[in-house]
Every structure is written in C-alpha cells, then in structure tokens.
DNA sequence: GTCTATATTCGGATAGAC
DNA sequence: GTCTATCCGAATATAGAC
C-alpha cells in the first residue's frame, strides 16, 4: 500500500512545486527531493515529467469537457447565464489547475490531448457571446473568459467573495439592458 | 557603422523569436544563428540575455509610466474614461510587448527594474474602478485590465476593428448606466 | 567587434543492482 | 518499487585569439 501512496505523494508536492515556481522552474530533482524519493521513483510512476502535470490537470479536463457538452443542450435564450456561471464555477472550483494550464499555454496546446481543448474553448466563447456572429460580441467574450481566468489565478480572495462580483460584471458587459 | 547595426539586428530578431517560441523557447544559439553571428557576440552587446528582452520591452515601461502619471492628473469624474482609453490605446500600440511581458511573468516581476511595475498596474487598476473602495468594483477592473491583455495578445484583428470594441466592452462592464 | 573553443551547470532520462 | 550511478543534450556564459 505504500506504492499508490508514493504517486499520490509525487502529484501532491509537483501540484505546490508547480504553482510555486511554473512547470519549466520545477526541475524533477527539485520534486523528489522534497517527496523525499529519487528522480528514477519519479520516472517508474510517470512515463516524463509531462505527464505529471498531465495528470493534475486531468480532472479540470473532464469538467470542462462536461460544461461544453451541458451547454450545447441549453437554448438561446439561457445560454449566456449558462456559459458565464458554468464558467466561473469551473475555474474557481479549479484554480491551481487553471493557472497550471496557463502557465504551459501555449506548448502544450500542442499535445494531442490538449489540441481539442482550443475546440473546448471556442464552444465557450460562443455561449459567453450569445451564438452571436457579431465580431464585437465575439471580442467581448474573449474579454471576460481571459479576464476570469485572470482574476481567479492572480486575485487572493476567496470564492465566496469572487463569485458574485465575477458573474455581476460578466452579465454587465455581456447582457445587454442588464445592469 | 555595422557596429550599431549589430545590435539592432540582435534587438530585431530576438523580438521575433520571442514572440513565436517564447523566450524561454528561445536559445542564444537560435538568436546567434538566425542573426548571423555567435554567441559570443551577443554577449558582448548584451550583458546576459534578460538584458536583450529588457531592452525590447522597455519603451512599452516608459509609456505605462507616462499613462500613470497623465492619470494621477484626471478628476474622478473622467478617470475610468481617462484609463480605459488610456490602456487600450497602449496595449495596442505594443501588442508585442505585452505579449512578451505576460510570457515572462511573473519571474521578472521580481527584477529591480520591473518591481515598480506592481504599482504602476495598481494604479491602473484603481483607474478603472474609478477610485472606488467598493471590492466588487475592484474585481470588476481586474478582469477589464486582464482580459482586454488577454484579447490583443491573442486575436489576430488588428487594432481598427479591436479598439471600438474593447472601449465599448470595458465602458458597459465598468460604468454603471452607459449600455 | 567578432570569432572559436570551452567551461560549467543543469535538466530529463536510462541502466542495472537490490 | 526504489535505489545509485551515469549518460546525454542543451543552455548560459567566459577565455582568449584575431
């Protein structure tokens, strides 16, 4: 029982090494030395150090592939409150992940597995911005998904505080006649 | 007079390299080779390599200190006008700066020269808020300040059509009555 | 000012014993 | 599963000739 508990241990430390000092400033050294391991344990449980951070953000993944596909069944008409709260209740549930996926942005969007995340992404600015085809709809979209994502990894307040000034100004600058 | 032309040159393919693989991305060897020279010489008109990305982004550092200073001048009636204006323009005016001041950040928030920078965004980011205590209102211009970063370091519309909507997406979300 | 050659450090990854 | 030892490549930076 004590081999699953070393991997659990190695993304436990590479999840803080990660946040702390960005994925190129953690060297695998840098990790086992703090596990308290060798770089070669390291590499029994994980194939490369790419796929530690892989793991990590994994269950971010799923959930957001799940958002996507919960939208897609939401008509016109709710699609904005929808894509901007599934949105921020994502990211603030996963915020040490967000800002692992911003940190290796945009090297690993070349990953196969992370290609169809540009797809995931795209699906979301289009509910941010009402299905509109307006280019200045699309801008304004692009605005608050960056600017959340920002926010939620820079900003030291806690959620509960976050969330309702997050959907207030996003429904101000995306829902016309709303404030 | 291919002395100054030298560095130039270094200051001009750096800048590009920079900008498609990152600077991390970015070997000395790759600027050397792509410039034509060795290694050598690059170091010999640049102390280190941080000093090559320092000098391409420091006319981008002069205007925000200019922004800044204009700012402190403008009454609180005008102020979130006087800084989202302000902003967009300069983003827009160094998409490339910018692009590369976010790739490196935020280790190079910790260099002297660019310590300075966490007041300079701050007092942004109170001009967007409008000097308003209120931490919603805070939240507000974090995610404007943000996003609008996020937009002209990404979309690829030039500036024509990105400011107009920039300015018309900050103003809903951050002045209360003006949609 | 520019070069070649090299020192040095560091990082990811492997081999093979236990 | 975990270790020690080691390899290999990359990258910054320096030394010294021209």
């Given at each position: 029982m004590v081999r699953i508990r070393t991997r659990d241990e190695i993304l436990r430390v590479a999840g803080e090494l990660f946040t702390r000092y960005g994925f190129k400033g953690t060297s695998l050294h840098d990790i086992a030395a703090e596990v308290g391991c060798s770089k070669a344990t390291l590499l029994y449980h994980f194939a490369h150090k790419d796929a530690i951070l892989l793991a990590l953000v994994e269950p971010a993944r799923q959930s957001?592939?799940?958002?996507?596909?919960r939208l897609a069944g939401v008509d016109?008409?709710?699609?904005?409150?929808a894509?901007?709260?599934?949105?921020?209740?994502?990211?603030?549930?996963?915020r040490r992940e967000v800002?692992?996926?911003y940190d290796v942005t945009p090297q690993f969007l070349q990953e196969p597995?992370?290609?169809?995340?540009?797809?995931?992404?795209e699906a979301l600015r289009a509910g941010f911005a009402g299905r509109s085809a307006d280019p200045a709809d699309h801008i304004a979209a692009e605005v608050l998904l960056g600017?959340?994502?920002?926010?939620?990894?820079?900003?030291?307040?806690?959620?509960?505080?976050?969330?309702?000034?997050l959907v207030a100004v996003a429904r101000r600058a995306l829902i016309p006649g709303k404030d």
């Amino acid at each position: 029982m004590v081999r699953i508990r070393t991997r659990d241990e190695i993304l436990r430390v590479a999840g803080e090494l990660f946040t702390r000092y960005g994925f190129k400033g953690t060297s695998l050294h840098d990790i086992a030395a703090e596990v308290g391991c060798s770089k070669a344990t390291l590499l029994y449980h994980f194939a490369h150090k790419d796929a530690i951070l892989l793991a990590l953000v994994e269950p971010a993944r799923q959930s957001l592939i799940d958002l996507v596909a919960r939208l897609a069944g939401v008509d016109d008409k709710g699609i904005r409150v929808a894509a901007i709260e599934g949105f921020i209740d994502l990211v603030l549930r996963y915020r040490r992940e967000v800002a692992l996926i911003y940190d290796v942005t945009p090297q690993f969007l070349q990953e196969p597995r992370f290609a169809a995340m540009r797809e995931l992404t795209e699906a979301l600015r289009a509910g941010f911005a009402g299905r509109s085809a307006d280019p200045a709809d699309h801008i304004a979209a692009e605005v608050l998904l960056g600017g959340i994502a920002a926010v939620v990894i820079d900003d030291k307040r806690d959620e509960v505080e976050l969330r309702p000034a997050l959907v207030a100004v996003a429904r101000r600058a995306l829902i016309p006649g709303k404030d």
